[in-house]
Nanobody
């Protein structure tokens, strides 16, 4: 199984970016998916999660600015980030709780991370 994240880059304060993360492999199903981030010198923190049915959860710091969504037909999760601030600068990691054809129990997989830099 592979999670491929993309969409990071350099953006000015107040700008927007859209991150994508596609899961591939021998996947039977995907439960929750999410985004975390890790800023320099800080611990990894939750940004947002979304259940298979579409229920969402956000960190207080991004509520009203970020939107998580998913396309179950493409095994892909998205993070739309608006009104970006310098403090949003971090490496963003996606994850997914995946059920494989070879194993009936859900396992958590992580993407490789994509860098988001918010700076003027």
């Amino acid at each position: 199984v592979q999670l491929q994240a993309s969409g990071g880059g350099l953006v000015q304060p107040g700008g927007s970016l859209r991150l994508s993360c596609a899961a591939s492999g021998s996947i039977s199903g995907i439960n929750a998916m999410g985004w975390y981030r890790q800023a320099p010198g800080k611990q990894r923190e939750l940004v947002a999660t979304i259940s298979r049915g579409g229920r969402t959860n956000y960190a207080d710091s991004v509520k009203g600015r970020f939107t998580i969504s998913r396309d179950n037909t493409k095994n892909t999760v998205y993070l739309q980030m608006n009104s970006l601030k310098p403090e949003d600068t971090a490496v963003y990691y996606c994850n997914a709780d995946i059920v494989l054809y070879s194993n009936p129990y859900s396992q958590r997989f992580w993407g490789q991370g994509t860098l988001v830099t918010v700076s003027s």
